[in-house]
């Protein structure tokens, strides 16, 4: 077997190049779907023969080309996301699924369907009132209409049995994530905020079994280790993306050991399994209405803030930071009514603006080493 440090060196090339990734998945015959944010029907996807592959966008890409469909000043996940579309590094796709639980995605997934015809777009809508009986109905068919569109681009039907299949191979991918979220929290020594990034987004470049093997090596390998004490913090994040090597480096450069976090593009898809029912169409629909704490998903009573709350008790975490994307309009209505609640439960937190456009994030720096600050004399 490889060493820890070999297994996370391997997954982070994997994170780092997936480009590379996706020629790989071709080549070998496989055809490939991309899934863009949030909460695309993986399972569906697998089930229908295909391979679904992760589009978030990429930090620090030049954008020109979609400044013809978007202003200058939007979501730069949304921004760059087209920009790979256009200048063609993602025609080797099947088709995308893009969903339309903003406003920002559904401009998305239109100006897709005009800027990017040689890649098919097929569109996810999701209830707003997901949590009653019609919410789920409708989910459910939607899902049953998104089977045969991608059953059309692969020629394998989506069955029940196969699909009950895929959902119970997702829930054992994600309860290996959350074993190694948990096994990050215990060796923060070892598991630097870049590499616990790495090992999750890593995911959503490779075959689910594949992937879900190679987490309970290193979650297997990482519990073998000697536990050393922590003498920095230990912070809980939350936000629609972490995924920056310069602000995950300024964490660790601070001290910061990410010990929890509630970010859509990490521990929020694998924080719930999708629940056991007699139809797994309907336990798919059922997963989305049970899930709490997202801003892109009605939630009235605004439960972030609790999930928040409870895990930073959980692990013993000193507070929690903000990744707060700019110009993202249901995070930023969000802030305010999270950091309010934190504020009554004596939580220390920060916001911090982030863009997946910026070249450095100096200011960011100076805001956590003072947070940093803050949290050592609490």
């Known amino acids: 077997m490889d060493t820890l440090k070999q297994m996370l060196d391997q997954l982070q090339t994997v994170a780092n190049t997936p480009a590379q990734q996706l020629d790989h998945l071709v080549k070998s015959g496989k055809k490939v779907v991309g899934c863009f944010p949030e909460y695309t029907p993986d399972e569906i996807v697998y089930a229908a023969g295909l391979v679904p592959f ?7 890409r030049e954008i020109t080309e979609a400044k013809k469909y978007f202003p200058p ?8 996301s087209l920009e790979m579309g256009l200048d063609t590094v993602l025609n080797k796709l099947s088709a995308v699924i893009i969903p339309s639980l903003c406003d920002t995605l559904k401009c998305l997934g239109q100006n897709w369907k005009t800027g990017v015809p040689q890649v098919p777009f097929i569109q996810l809508v999701h209830p707003q009132n997901r949590e009653t009986a019609a919410g789920i109905d409708f989910l459910t068919a939607q899902y049953k209409k998104i089977a045969e569109q991608l059953t059309a681009i692969s020629g394998i039907p989506v069955t029940d049995e196969g699909l009950a299949e895929a959902i119970e191979r997702y829930n054992q991918h994600r309860a290996a994530l959350r074993a190694f ?6 060796y923060p020594h070892i598991f630097t905020p870049a590499l616990r990034n790495a090992v999750i987004k890593s995911g959503y470049f490779m075959d689910v079994v594949e992937h879900t093997r190679r987490v309970w090596d290193i979650v297997t390998l990482a519990n073998q280790q000697p536990l050393e004490a922590w003498h920095g913090h230990k912070v809980v994040i939350t936000g629609i993306i972490a995924d920056s090597p310069a602000l ?14 509630e ?12 629940p056991e029912d007699s139809c797994p169409w309907r336990a798919m629909a059922r997963q989305i209405a049970e899930l709490k704490g997202c801003s892109l998903l009605f939630d009235v009573k605004k439960t972030r803030g609790s999930v928040l709350a409870e895990m930073v008790r959980e692990h013993h975490a000193d507070g929690v930071v903000y990744l707060l994307t700019k110009f993202c309009d249901p995070e930023e209505f969000d802030a305010p009514v999270i950091k ?35 949290l050592s004399v609490k």
Not at 248 to 261: K, R, S, Y
């Open 340 to 374: 309010k609640y934190l504020d009554r439960e004596g939580i220390p937190s920060i916001i911090i603006e982030i863009d997946q456009q910026t070249k450095t994030y100096e200011q960011a720096r100076t805001a956590l080493q003072t947070f940093a600050d803050v």
């Open 248 to 261: 995950l480096q300024i964490f660790a450069d601070n001290q910061m050991a990410i010990v929890a976090d």
């Open 263 to 274: 970010v859509a593009h990490e521990s929020r898809r694998f924080r719930q399994d999708v």
């Open 181 to 186: 979220s948990l096994a990050a929290a215990k």
């Open 73 to 80: 000043f939007y979501c730069a996940l949304a921004l760059s």
């Open 54 to 60: 992760g589009i978030w966008g990429q930090e620090g």
